[in-house]
């Protein structure tokens, strides 16, 4: 392997990349493979950055510590899906799938050739099966909300998934359609937004996808996941966008584990009346501002003259980061046309943007269901009213002199 | 603002940024401060990458979309930590911290006129308050292992932390020393392994700091947070690396959410004692390897000739990642220098490579908690039994008899 370091922000000299992409073609083949992976084989790349998000940053620790090959391949025995997912007919069109790679999950049998011939491909999208038992789960057993069947659910609470992890693959002239916006503008604010991340956003306009570093999603299915994609099917779901502060540790200033805990609940029902239920959790931490800027957040929510009030729950957000919410749902429907889904019988989601978003892709929405308002917690009430004055679903929309009220605790209480 | 596009792979003819950075001086002042924000004062800029980790590609969707200004800097009214944290001794030592700001949490207070001036100086970490609550605590309390004490530990399971969310900030010239490799070494397999981000990692060594877009780490304290760094303070502690299946959807093939709610248990009881309990949460996924690798090694241990067993449990791992984990304990310590700990009277984690690392920087461990037996998931004994014969922490090792036996589950059932 060559001593010289081979920098990326300049054309070498081409017309293109040996193999382009033929993003939404009727098959894998002819879509082509992939390859992002290393900068060993650099005219061979097609693809702007590398796999495992910024986990590569690590893969770099391991490689400079001595502990890994730099060219080191994976041995994809034995890894393949559990269950046989698609193809469905929405893979084949450019406009629908931009943000993830519909063939992801099946790389090592659709390309087996050229990796057999070295070529370094790998998948985007792994998918398992897995036991779960959540106490909440546990607790609507006791209380006679959910059934134990013995299949999907047992006795003990123990809930029987499939699950899949999908990496981001974006195909950045459909992200900028899906936006409205110029390529070129895209790929500009990608560079400089990012301190200057991948020149070859801006060097190599002939790279037409790009696989950023940023945390992808993960789907837990219950019931039979074959059943997707046949109109009779139905579906209920629930979208989630990460929140560790309570998904994990349960902090009452939101609604995120309870309303994920009762999103699985309408979930494991759906499949126990034969439908389908899933459960998408994008790692979006603090609406994908991150958690640094979320604390900042709290704690100039929590100061400020008046208290902790819903009607300047969005303003102190828009202090710090500039913006309410960076999480831009427009990219999120992708995940539902991978899935052959073109309707949620039950969604288990008040965010007017989550519905939005699937509007605009003619994704049919049936019944809203929202939050039992037994589970919101003590201090998730500020968001709450925030939420539903600003175009949450809710029968009930607080007004001027409901959003006035401090309902949110001070900072030392 | 220009509408030049600036590269960032060559240096710009000068001798270095303009203000250096001294890390490990004994003052912020004389530290002075990091700016990495933005390419707009490009002269200026005195680190490598940008804040928010890999969340800036959200910020660059934003800006793309017309929702967020270029320039956009943070309004930090009412955003300072909620407690008083450092300086430590530890601080003032360029070997001790390298992967984190230990001036962070108060950027806005020390560079106060270099901001006014419209410097664009960002906190890489935040410090607030919550309540938190999570049903296994609730469970503890019932069956009289946890007391309710109406200020640490409320009766209903509420519990009052201090949490700090941290992004990491690395000197580059410390982590290659922590390493024991060349600094140009650590610089090129970080700009090759992650597909050519950021060649200022080769062209500019000049630029000592870099921030990586990695996920960072979440702090929650029980008790009285000014109290560490005293030498008579006792403290408890759980280091947790992010499992996201069991973490939030209680997945039975691993031990890490019911280790972490112990943990937790470790931690109030210490603060109920008068000392100080901590959870450090690390975003490093599936061993920093993230959840596609880690899906993929579960079909392929699922699926092996012999079924699922300790004896090839590493072995899986390293076939398709190419190491056993890529999590790399040696930055882990730099928080406890960083909060003056010196010594950790309970330790709850039974691995050998974290505990190892306290050890290489010079924090003691006085007691290592296992994990009850009770709380291991059933399909959680391949790994424990696996660890526990590679060095994890235990009174007894499994031997080769035992470690043949297929203990998991297989994929269909």
Redesign the interface.
Known sequence: MSDH?V????PRGKAGPSSPVSWGAATAAERGPLV????SQPALRNA???????????????????????D?K?????????VTLGPHPQWADPHKIISLDPWGHRVAEYFAEQIAAGLDVR??????????????LV?AIAAGRLKPDGDILEANG?VRVT?????PVWYLPGV?ER?G?KES??R?????????????L??RPDLKVF??????M?L?FFGDVEKLGKPETKVACRLHDEC??S???????CTC?PY?AHGIEVCIEMAQQGGVGLVV?NR??GR?????????????R???VGGDRAETYFERTE?????QD???QELMPDVFHWLGITRIDRWASMSNMKHGALAAQGIEVVERVAIPDALI???ARVEMDAKKAAGYFTEKVPDAAELVVAKG?G??E
């Open positions: 370091i920098l990326t922000s300049h992002a992976a290393s900068l702007i950055g590398t796999h495992s998000g910024s986990y590569s940053v690590y893969r770099a620790l391991a490689v400079a510590a001595g502990h890994l090959q730099r080191h994976p041995d994809l025995t034995d890894t393949a899906p559990v998948p985007t999208i792994a998918i398992t099966k897995a036991h779960i038992n959540m106490p909440e607790a123990d699950k899949a992890a999908i990496e900028a936006f916006i503008a895209l500009r604010a990608l560079f400089e937004q990012t301190g200057g991340m991948f020149p070859e801006v060097t696989l950023p570093p940023i945390g992808g993960t837990y560790n502060g998904d994990v540790f349960g902090s009452d200033i584990r994920l959790y979006k931490e994908a501002l991150g958690e640094v800027t979320k604390f900042l957040v709290y704690n100039a929590k100061r400020q202090c710090v980061a500039g913006v960076m999480r831009f917690p003590a201090d605790r900072l030392h």
